[in-house]
C-alpha cells in the first residue's frame, strides 16, 4: 500500500508591499506594543511600520500602527489628550505601579474607598508627576527601566500633566474603577499609586486600557482577531482591500492641523528641500502668515507634508517621499 505524500509545504504569502496608512490596533493585554506591530505589518505584509504611544504588555487598547510613510507623522496626530479607563487595587504598592511590579508595601485599606470622591478632586487640572522608575523615559541617554534592571539609582525627573478629568466607574472596598481623560506624557500608573498614597493605603494599577486619543476617530479599533480573519477570508492572498480600507490616510490624520496651500510650481521645489517665500498666490485655511506652529501643506487638495512659517518664508519640517514625483521627471501638473 502506497503511503501519502508528507506535505510539510508552508502556506504561499504575498509578497511584501510598499502600504500607507495608520491602523487603529485594539491591542490585547498580555503582548507587548513591538509584538503586535509585527504581527499587523506580518498581515499586512508592509514593508515598513512603527507604532506611536507604547501601551505596556499589562494594557489594552488603542495602539496606532503606522505603515510605510505614517510613521513619519506619528509625533503629529498623537499628541492629542488621551482617554483611559483604569482599575486601581487598593493596599499593595509594587515598583512598577501595576500588577507586574514587585510587591513594595502592603497596608490596611479598610474604610480607604469613602475617602475617594474627595481624593480624586485634588488630582484635577495641573499636577506634578515622578514617572514610575519602569518607563521608557530616557535619562542620559538611556531608558529609566535599564537602570531599574540594573538595580542603579537615578533621579527620575519631574513633569507637569494635566487631569481635565476624572470620573468614577465603580468601587469596591479594596478596588475603584476610573475614566481619566490627560493630556500627552501622563503616566495612569503613576496618576493611580498617588491617588492610592493620597488615600492612605497605597494602590496599583491592575487594569489599564486607552480608549481615545484626540485627533484620531474614535470608535473605529480593530482587533488582532478581526485583522487575521479578513486575511484568512480572502481568496486571492495578494487580495488586500477590504484590509486597506480599514487604514486611515494619512492626510486625514493630519488634516486637523492649519492649512496653507502651496502653488504647483512652488510645491516642486518646496518637496525638494527648497524654502519658499509666501506671496499672494499662497492661501490659508484657519492660520495665516504670522501663524508660528505646524502648519499642514498641501497643493490642489494634496497633501505633501508639514512645515513652519519664518519671516514670512515657508519651511518644510516633514515630508512624503517625492508626493509629486519629480524625482521621476513628472513635473508638470
Avoid at 498623537?78 to 487598593?90: D, S, V, W
Avoid at 518607563?135 to 538595580?151: E, H, T, W
Avoid at 493605603?201 to 486607552?210: I, Q, T, Y
Wanted: glycine fraction near 8%; include cysteine; proline fraction near 4%.
Amino acid at each position: 500500500m502506497q503511503k501519502s505524500a508528507n506535505n510539510n509545504t508552508k502556506p504561499a504569502r504575498a509578497p511584501l508591499r510598499d502600504v500607507d496608512g495608520i491602523f487603529l490596533l485594539d491591542k490585547p493585554s498580555g503582548i507587548s506594543s513591538a509584538l503586535a506591530l509585527t504581527k499587523v505589518r506580518g498581515i499586512f505584509r508592509a514593508n515598513k511600520g512603527g507604532h506611536t504611544g507604547t501601551l505596556d504588555p499589562l494594557a489594552s487598547g488603542l495602539l496606532p500602527i503606522c505603515l510605510g510613510q505614517a510613521a513619519k507623522f506619528s509625533s503629529y496626530f498623537f499628541e492629542g489628550a488621551k482617554k483611559y479607563i483604569a482599575t486601581g487595587k487598593l493596599g499593595i504598592s509594587t515598583t512598577t505601579c501595576d500588577a507586574e511590579g514587585e510587591v513594595v508595601e502592603t497596608k490596611d485599606y479598610q474604610g480607604c474607598i469613602d475617602k475617594l470622591e474627595s481624593t480624586i478632586e485634588s488630582f484635577l487640572g495641573e499636577i506634578t508627576q515622578v514617572p514610575p522608575i519602569y518607563s521608557a523615559i530616557k535619562v542620559d541617554g538611556r531608558p529609566l527601566y535599564k537602570y531599574a534592571r540594573k538595580g542603579q539609582e537615578v533621579e527620575v525627573p519631574s513633569r507637569q500633566v494635566q487631569i481635565f478629568s476624572i470620573d468614577i466607574l465603580d468601587k469596591k472596598a479594596d478596588e475603584f474603577t476610573v475614566c481619566v481623560y490627560c493630556s500627552k506624557g501622563t503616566y495612569i500608573r503613576t496618576l493611580v499609586s498617588d491617588i492610592g498614597q493620597a488615600l492612605g493605603c497605597g494602590a496599583h494599577v491592575s487594569m489599564l486600557r486607552r480608549i481615545e486619543v484626540d485627533g484620531l476617530p474614535k470608535g473605529q479599533m480593530h482587533t488582532l482577531e478581526f485583522l487575521q480573519n479578513l486575511a484568512d477570508s480572502r481568496d486571492d492572498i495578494a487580495y488586500f482591500g477590504d484590509m486597506d480600507r480599514l487604514l486611515i490616510k494619512v492626510e486625514d490624520a493630519m488634516n486637523y492641523l492649519p492649512r496653507i496651500n502651496v502653488p504647483y510650481d512652488k510645491a516642486v521645489l518646496l518637496c525638494m528641500g527648497q524654502r519658499q517665500k509666501i506671496d499672494d498666490s499662497y492661501s490659508f485655511e484657519n492660520c495665516t502668515i504670522e501663524t508660528s506652529t505646524t502648519l499642514q501643506i498641501r497643493t490642489n487638495g494634496m497633501f505633501l507634508g508639514v512645515g513652519h512659517i519664518q519671516k514670512g518664508v515657508l519651511i518644510s519640517d516633514r515630508m512624503m517621499s517625492d508626493p509629486l514625483h519629480t524625482n521621476k521627471g513628472l513635473y508638470k501638473n
